[in-house]
Nanobody, 125 residues
């Protein structure tokens, strides 16, 4: 299975910022989209943000206005810049990728076929 690698997680105080990265260098297919999801213990995985190969972007309601997704094609990396962090943002953050042609529900978790191991983000109050 091709691999994504997340990095950049850590501990940050509420109100602070953090940037996590998703390296897709291990995937040889052309990717249609990369998405960020997060999961806290006992809670279903939640959509955070996603970006298509053409630069179309979508955000989950809980992070709109606070998080920014961007891609560096030269580095095969997608970044998630997180600001105004809250304790409820604490979760393991995963990135997913897919080579499949774009579909209307392209932010749905089931659309993504390759996943990384996640990076933990902890926001202290």
């Amino acid at each position: 299975q091709e691999q994504l690698v997340e990095s950049g997680g850590g501990l940050v105080q509420a109100g602070g910022s953090l940037r996590v990265s998703c390296d897709s260098s291990g995937i040889t297919s052309d990717l249609a989209a990369i998405g960020w999801y997060r999961q806290a213990p006992g809670i279903e995985r939640e959509f955070v943000a996603a970006i298509t190969s053409r630069g179309t972007i979508s955000y989950g309601d809980s992070v709109k206005g606070r998080f920014t997704i961007a891609r560096d094609n030269a580095k095969n990396t997608v970044f998630l810049q997180m600001g105004s962090l809250k304790p409820e943002d604490t979760a393991n953050y995963y990135c997913g990728a897919t080579p499949s042609p774009l579909i209307p529900n392209w932010t749905r978790q089931t659309y993504y076929t390759d996943w990384g191991q996640g990076t933990q983000v902890t926001v202290s109050s």
